[in-house]
């Protein structure tokens, strides 16, 4: 599965972004997604996951009640909303599929959140 990631951009403390991550080749059906961010000088982390069908979710404690992610299946689309945006929340933001692991990840998109 190719997976492209877009949504990012420019924003002021206190705004918001939508972020899309696109899947082809495969039915994104088949996998869980998550989101995951990379800052300057820092190691990636998670920042949010769902399961397959959408039942299952997973925030990092430094995203709740901020961050929604979302999936349409039949839109081969996941989703991260993203309010309230904090300096501390710019990073490159990367999709990833899992299918027993983060096995196939996007190109990532900026985010960037001025104070």
């Known amino acids: 599965v190719q997976l492209q990631a877009s949504g990012g951009g420019l924003v002021q403390a206190g705004g918001s972004l939508r972020l899309s991550c696109v899947a082809s080749?495969?039915?994104?059906?088949?996998?869980?997604m998550g989101w995951f961010r990379q800052a300057p000088g820092k190691e990636r982390e998670s920042v949010a996951a769902?399961?397959?069908?959408?039942?299952?979710?997973y925030y990092d404690d430094s995203v709740k009640g901020r961050f929604t992610i979302s999936r349409d299946n039949t839109k081969n689309t996941v989703y991260l909303q993203m309010n309230s945006l904090k300096p501390e929340d710019t990073a490159v933001y990367y999709c990833?599929?899992?299918?027993?692991?983060?096995?196939?990840w996007g190109q990532g998109t900026q985010v960037t959140v001025s104070s």
């Open positions: 080749g495969r039915a994104l059906s088949n996998y869980g």
């Open positions: 769902i399961s397959e069908s959408g039942d299952n979710i």
């Open positions: 990833a599929a899992n299918s027993g692991a983060w096995d196939y």
